[in-house]
């Protein structure tokens, strides 16, 4: 069955970096974009980023735009986003999933996630 195993989150300061690591399993990885997803507390679940299959063309949400960075590896099944000069409202579960654009914005093809990976910003 389709799997997203998400890792590398933590707790950082505001201006520190991350790099998130997710990988997939259950569906054929290179013929899917995909993209990162994060819920801050209390909040709905809102797209990061997504990257096309063979990550030509990459959407970035304007809140994240020129501090994260979302990239893939189709030969070990994994997307990464690496994330700098985070801020403490960047806290929040991340995910990711396979991915489908429609109407300027990346929908969860499959409807699973994983079990997410919690990034906490704070001092």
């Known amino acids: 069955q389709v799997q997203f195993v998400e890792s590398g989150g933590g707790l950082v300061q505001p201006g520190g970096s991350l790099t998130l690591s997710c990988a997939a399993s259950?569906?054929?990885?290179?013929?899917?974009?995909m993209a990162w997803y994060r819920q801050p507390p209390g909040k709905e679940r809102e797209l990061v980023a997504g990257?096309?299959?063979?990550?030509?063309?990459?959407h970035y949400a304007d809140s994240i735009k020129g501090r994260f960075t979302i990239t893939r590896d189709n030969g070990k099944n994994t997307v990464y986003l690496q994330m700098n000069s985070l801020k403490p409202e960047d806290t929040a579960v991340y995910f990711c999933a396979a991915a489908t654009w429609y109407s300027g914005t990346y929908y969860p093809t499959f409807g699973s996630w994983g079990q997410g990976t919690q990034v906490t910003v704070s001092s």
């Open positions: 259950g569906f054929t990885f290179s013929s899917y974009a």
């Open positions: 990257i096309t299959s063979f990550g030509d063309s990459i």
